[in-house]
C-alpha cells in the first residue's frame, strides 16, 4: 500500500500541465467551433392539427443552386456572341464586361470586340478602346452633331480625327457623315489622310464612306498616298476625290451621287473615267443633282469616244432626285456595255421636289434612246416618277426574248393602276416570269386578274386546266388589293405571295373570299 500511494502522487503533477495547454490552445484557436442552432419549438397547434388528420410534414431542404447554362459555354463562343453584339451597340462591349468576372475577362482579352470607335466627345473612352483592341483592325466612324458654332464643329471634327490618324494603316472602315454645315469639313476631316508619305496608306481598308451633302468645297482630295489594295465598298456623296487606279480599281460596290461641281457632258466624263479605272464593279448605284439644265444632241459624242465596258456588273441603280431627268445621265448609259447585268433599278423619291406623287419624269422619252443593249436582264424595278407608260412599253420591247420567261417586273408607286398595266404590258408577250406589285394603292383584285387574263390570252376562272401567263405574283403593302380573292391562282400554276406591315403572310392560315371578276377596261 505504501508503494501504490508514492506512485500516485509522482504521477499527479504530469496531468495538471497538460489540461492548462489544452484549455490555452482552445482559446487561442483560429477556426472555433460556433455553439449548434437549438431547434425550434414545435407549435402544438400545428402537430395536434397534423395527428388528428393525419398529414404529414416533410422535411425542409434548402434549394440547390445551380450554375446557369450560359457559364458551360466555352469562351470562344461566348466571345463570337460578344463580338456579334457589339455590331449592333457600340456600347454592347462595356455593358457584357459589367456583368460578372468570368464575362469580363472574356470581353478583355478579345480585341475584336473592340475594334469599333465611334468618335464623340468622350475622346479619352475612344483612346481606352484603341488599346484594347491591341492589333486588330478598327472600324471608324465620325457622325458628329451640328448643334454648334462654325468653328467650334470644324475643332471637333479635326480633334476627333488626330485621334485615330496614326493608327491609318489599321482602319478596316471608315464612316465619315455630315448633317449640318460648316465650311470646309472636309479639309478638317481628311487632311491627316492626304500627303505624299508612306505612313498614311490605307493596307487594310476596306469599305470607305464619306457623305457630305450640303459641300460647297470644290477642293479635289487625293487620299492615303493613292494606295489602298484592299478597298471594295465606296460610298461617295459631295466630295471631290482624285479617283487613282492603285486606290479604287479594286472595287465591286460603288455609291456615288455626284458632287454637283460640274454638270452635263463634263460630269458624264468624269463618271465615265471613273467607270473605266474600276472596271471590276458588281454593283453600282449612280445619282446626278438637279442642275436645272438641259441635254445637248451634239455634246454625247464629244463628252466621251471610247466605250466603258463593265464585264462583272450584276446590279444597276440609277437614282433621279428632281424633277426631270439630268442630262449628265442622258450623256452617260450610251457608252456604257453591260454584257451580264441581272438587275436594273429605276428609283425616285416618292414624291420629287417640284413635283406631285403621280406625276413621270418628262425626259423619260429622250432617256430611252440612250438605253444601252440588256442580254442578260432578268430584274427590273420601276418606281415612282419613272413610272411611265409609253417609256415602260418601250423599254420592255427593246429586251431580248430568249424564248423562255425570265423576266421579273416590279412596279412600285401608286402610278401602277389598271389602265397603266393595261397599255405597258400590252407588248411585252411571255417575257414576263413574275409579276410584283409594290404600294400600287390604285389596283383592285379584280383589275389584277384582269391583267393576268391578258398576259395568259385565257379567262384564267372560267377555263379547267388553263396556264397562266406568269409564274408567281408578289404583292406588298397595296391597300385597296384584297389578296385572299386570289388564293386560287394556285390551281393554275401562279405562286401568291403576300407581304403586310414588313412582314411576309402565312398561306396557310389566311381565310379566302370570293374569288375575283373578270374587269374589262
Same mark, same amino acid.
Given at each position: 500500500?505504501?508503494?501504490?500511494?508514492?506512485?500516485?502522487?509522482?504521477?499527479?503533477?504530469?496531468?495538471?500541465?497538460?489540461?492548462?495547454?489544452?484549455?490555452?490552445?482552445?482559446?487561442?484557436?483560429?477556426?472555433?467551433?460556433?455553439?449548434?442552432?437549438?431547434?425550434?419549438?414545435?407549435?402544438?397547434?400545428?402537430?395536434?392539427?397534423?395527428?388528428?388528420?393525419?398529414?404529414?410534414?416533410?422535411?425542409?431542404?434548402?434549394?440547390?443552386?445551380?450554375?446557369?447554362?450560359?457559364?458551360?459555354?466555352?469562351?470562344?463562343?461566348?466571345?463570337?456572341?460578344?463580338?456579334?453584339?457589339?455590331?449592333?451597340?457600340?456600347?454592347?462591349?462595356?455593358?457584357?464586361?459589367?456583368?460578372?468576372?468570368? &464575362?469580363?475577362?472574356?470581353?478583355?482579352?478579345?480585341?475584336?470586340?473592340?475594334?469599333?470607335?465611334?468618335?464623340?466627345?468622350?475622346?479619352?473612352?475612344?483612346?481606352?478602346?484603341?488599346?484594347?483592341?491591341?492589333?486588330?483592325?478598327?472600324?471608324?466612324?465620325?457622325?458628329?452633331?451640328?448643334?454648334?458654332?462654325?468653328?467650334?464643329?470644324?475643332?471637333?471634327?479635326?480633334?476627333?480625327?488626330?485621334?485615330?490618324?496614326?493608327?491609318?494603316?489599321?482602319?478596316?472602315?471608315?464612316?465619315?457623315?455630315?448633317?449640318?454645315?460648316?465650311?470646309?469639313?472636309?479639309?478638317?476631316?481628311?487632311?491627316?489622310?492626304?500627303?505624299?508619305?508612306?505612313?498614311?496608306?490605307?493596307?487594310?481598308?476596306?469599305?470607305?464612306?464619306?457623305?457630305?451633302?450640303?459641300?460647297?468645297?470644290?477642293?479635289?482630295?487625293?487620299?492615303?498616298?493613292?494606295?489602298?489594295?484592299?478597298?471594295?465598298?465606296?460610298?461617295?456623296?459631295?466630295?471631290?476625290?482624285?479617283?487613282?487606279?492603285?486606290?479604287?480599281?479594286?472595287?465591286?460596290?460603288?455609291?456615288?451621287?455626284?458632287?454637283?461641281?460640274?454638270?452635263?457632258?463634263?460630269?458624264?466624263?468624269?463618271?465615265?473615267?471613273?467607270?473605266?479605272?474600276?472596271?471590276?464593279?458588281?454593283?453600282?448605284?449612280? /445619282?446626278?443633282?438637279?442642275?436645272?439644265?438641259?441635254?445637248?444632241?451634239?455634246?454625247?459624242?464629244?463628252?466621251?469616244?471610247?466605250?466603258?465596258?463593265?464585264?462583272?456588273?450584276?446590279?444597276?441603280?440609277?437614282?433621279?432626285?428632281?424633277?426631270?431627268?439630268?442630262?449628265?445621265?442622258?450623256?452617260?448609259?450610251?457608252?456604257?456595255?453591260?454584257?451580264?447585268?441581272?438587275?436594273?433599278?429605276?428609283?425616285?423619291?416618292?414624291?420629287?421636289?417640284?413635283?406631285?406623287?403621280?406625276?413621270?419624269?418628262?425626259?423619260?422619252?429622250?432617256?430611252?434612246?440612250?438605253?444601252?443593249?440588256?442580254?442578260?436582264?432578268?430584274?427590273?424595278?420601276?418606281?415612282?416618277?419613272?413610272?411611265?407608260?409609253?417609256?415602260?412599253?418601250?423599254?420592255?420591247?427593246?429586251?431580248?426574248?430568249?424564248?423562255?420567261?425570265?423576266?421579273?417586273?416590279?412596279?412600285?408607286?401608286?402610278?401602277?393602276?389598271?389602265?397603266?398595266?393595261?397599255? /405597258?404590258?400590252?407588248?411585252?408577250?411571255?417575257?414576263?416570269?413574275?409579276?410584283?406589285?409594290?404600294?400600287?394603292?390604285?389596283?383592285?383584285?379584280?383589275?389584277?386578274?384582269?391583267?393576268?387574263?391578258?398576259?395568259?390570252?385565257?379567262?384564267?376562272?372560267?377555263?379547267?386546266?388553263?396556264?397562266?401567263?406568269?409564274?408567281?405574283?408578289?404583292?406588298?403593302?397595296?391597300?385597296?388589293?384584297? &389578296?385572299?380573292?386570289?388564293? &386560287?391562282?394556285? /390551281?393554275?400554276?401562279?405562286?401568291?405571295?403576300?407581304?403586310?406591315?414588313?412582314?411576309?403572310?402565312?398561306?396557310?392560315?389566311?381565310?379566302?373570299?370570293?374569288?375575283?371578276?373578270?374587269?374589262?377596261?
Amino acid at each position: 500500500m505504501p508503494f501504490s500511494f508514492k506512485r500516485a502522487r509522482q504521477q499527479e503533477p504530469a496531468a495538471f500541465p497538460r489540461s492548462i495547454l489544452d484549455a490555452v490552445k482552445s482559446f487561442y484557436a483560429v477556426e472555433r467551433r460556433e455553439p449548434p442552432l437549438k431547434p425550434p419549438k414545435p407549435d402544438r397547434r400545428a402537430s395536434a392539427h397534423a395527428r388528428a388528420h393525419h398529414v404529414s410534414y416533410p422535411a425542409a431542404r434548402q434549394p440547390i443552386r445551380r450554375p446557369h447554362r450560359i457559364t458551360q459555354l466555352p469562351n470562344e463562343v461566348l466571345a463570337h456572341i460578344f463580338v456579334l453584339g457589339a455590331e449592333e451597340d457600340v456600347m454592347f462591349p462595356v455593358t457584357v464586361s459589367h456583368v460578372c468576372r468570368a &464575362w469580363r475577362y472574356t470581353a478583355l482579352h478579345t480585341p475584336r470586340l473592340w475594334r469599333r470607335i465611334n468618335l464623340d466627345g468622350n475622346l479619352a473612352m475612344w483612346s481606352s478602346r484603341i488599346r484594347r483592341a491591341k492589333a486588330c483592325t478598327l472600324d471608324v466612324q465620325l457622325c458628329p452633331r451640328s448643334s454648334m458654332s462654325h468653328l467650334a464643329f470644324y475643332n471637333h471634327v479635326q480633334l476627333c480625327m488626330h485621334l485615330v490618324a496614326p493608327q491609318v494603316h489599321r482602319w478596316r472602315s471608315l464612316e465619315v457623315r455630315f448633317t449640318g454645315y460648316a465650311p470646309f469639313l472636309w479639309n478638317a476631316a481628311l487632311s491627316a489622310c492626304c500627303g505624299h508619305s508612306p505612313s498614311i496608306e490605307a493596307l487594310a481598308l476596306r469599305e470607305l464612306t464619306l457623305v457630305y451633302p450640303e459641300n460647297d468645297d470644290t477642293k479635289e482630295f487625293a487620299l492615303f498616298n493613292g494606295f489602298a489594295p484592299r478597298l471594295r465598298r465606296a460610298t461617295l456623296q459631295g466630295i471631290r476625290l482624285a479617283w487613282l487606279p492603285p486606290l479604287f480599281q479594286n472595287l465591286t460596290y460603288l455609291d456615288y451621287t455626284h458632287h454637283g461641281f460640274t454638270r452635263g457632258a463634263q460630269a458624264a466624263s468624269e463618271v465615265l473615267y471613273m467607270l473605266q479605272v474600276s472596271a471590276a464593279l458588281e454593283e453600282l448605284r449612280l /445619282a446626278f443633282p438637279w442642275k436645272g439644265d438641259t441635254a445637248s444632241r451634239y455634246a454625247l459624242s464629244a463628252s466621251f469616244s471610247r466605250a466603258v465596258h463593265l464585264p462583272r456588273l450584276r446590279k444597276l441603280a440609277l437614282y433621279i432626285d428632281g424633277p426631270d431627268v439630268p442630262p449628265a445621265l442622258t450623256y452617260t448609259l450610251p457608252h456604257l456595255s453591260l454584257p451580264v447585268l441581272r438587275s436594273l433599278y429605276l428609283m425616285a423619291p416618292h414624291a420629287p421636289r417640284h413635283m406631285s406623287a403621280t406625276d413621270a419624269f418628262p425626259g423619260l422619252r429622250t432617256l430611252l434612246k440612250s438605253f444601252p443593249r440588256l442580254p442578260a436582264l432578268g430584274h427590273l424595278h420601276v418606281a415612282y416618277a419613272w413610272l411611265d407608260e409609253r417609256f415602260l412599253a418601250a423599254l420592255l420591247a427593246m429586251l431580248p426574248y430568249p424564248g423562255t420567261p425570265r423576266l421579273t417586273l416590279t412596279l412600285e408607286g401608286p402610278q401602277a393602276s389598271h389602265a397603266f398595266l393595261c397599255s /405597258a404590258l400590252r407588248h411585252v408577250g411571255r417575257r414576263l416570269r413574275a409579276l410584283a406589285l409594290v404600294r400600287c394603292d390604285k389596283l383592285t383584285a379584280e383589275a389584277v386578274l384582269d391583267v393576268l387574263n391578258r398576259l395568259s390570252g385565257v379567262y384564267l376562272q372560267s377555263i379547267s386546266g388553263a396556264v397562266a401567263g406568269v409564274s408567281a405574283l408578289f404583292i406588298r403593302e397595296c391597300q385597296e388589293l384584297d &389578296w385572299r380573292s386570289l388564293q &386560287w391562282l394556285a /390551281a393554275v400554276g401562279v405562286a401568291l405571295r403576300v407581304w403586310e406591315g414588313g412582314r411576309e403572310v402565312d398561306m396557310r392560315y389566311a381565310r379566302a373570299r370570293k374569288k375575283a371578276r373578270f374587269v374589262r377596261c
